[in-house]
């Protein structure tokens, strides 16, 4: 089945360390990849995406995510953690058919940043 | 430019009953989706709606159903709730369709069925 993995729902690191979360996805043709946050009581945010082209792909608050094809794996980094990138961080993916396409949610993993 | 608009944010209903929610979204955009997130499930889709037809369907029973209207908005109604019912309830807008990308969402509607 076509599918989007999170693996860990929570994950801890220190202030100033790097951040690694991780996804992966399940389909046999390349999918349009993103990331996208949730603050407490609010709705979801782009962060970045990936859709054709360069791999390695920037996005806002110093947060980048590379799209290896033979992994099938779209992680998401951050060099250095700071205190308010503690939020709820989805990965997603736009799964197409003939004629019909499915956007898909992984569970979600919950980044907590410790001072 | 004002952001996609739900009301209500919060709203508590009994088992039985039936429920509306709203979407406004970002002017000029024509999609509207609907999700269900739950600590359990995540994100799961509902339908989109597109220059009011409904373009995408998830795997939701028949008591959940929506509508869109001429200027965009949208609505969503779940009828005869269930306890399970209870989520929060997301509206994403988007330019085109869904299919082309970044999602704009709401801050939803949190749904309690007591």
């Known amino acids: 089945a076509q599918s989007v993995t999170q693996l860990g729902s929570h994950v801890s690191v220190s202030e100033g360390a790097l951040v690694l979360l991780r996804c992966n996805y399940s389909?046999?043709?390349?999918?349009?990849l993103f990331w996208y946050v949730q603050y407490p009581n609010q709705g979801l945010q782009l962060l970045l995406k990936?859709?054709?082209?360069?791999?390695l792909v920037k996005g806002i608050n110093g947060f980048e995510a590379e799209f290896k094809k033979s992994e099938t794996s779209f992680h998401l980094t951050k060099p250095s953690a700071h205190m308010s990138d503690a939020a709820e961080y989805f990965c997603?993916?736009?799964?197409f058919g003939t004629g019909t396409y499915k956007y898909i949610f992984g569970t979600g993993t919950r980044l907590k940043v410790l001072a | 430019k004002a952001g996609v608009t739900q009301t209500p944010r919060y709203l508590i209903k009994t088992r039985g009953q039936q429920v509306t929610l709203s979407c406004s979204p970002i002017?000029?955009?024509?999609?509207v989706s609907w999700y269900q997130q739950t600590p359990g499930q995540g994100l799961q889709f509902l339908f989109e709606y597109f220059s009011e037809t409904q373009r995408n369907k998830g795997n939701f029973p028949g008591r959940f159903s929506g509508r869109q209207f001429s200027n965009s908005r949208s609505e969503m109604n779940v009828s005869t709730l269930e306890l399970g019912d209870s989520a929060l309830y997301l509206c994403?807008?988007?330019?085109?369709?869904?299919?082309?990308?970044?999602?704009?969402f709401g801050e939803g509607s949190r749904l309690t069925v007591l």
């Open positions: 997603a993916v736009i799964l």
């Open positions: 990936y859709t054709t082209g360069a791999t």
């Open positions: 389909s046999s043709v390349p999918p349009y």
């Open positions: 994403a807008s988007t330019l085109g369709q869904a299919s082309t990308g970044e999602l704009f």
């Open positions: 002017s000029g955009h024509r999609s």
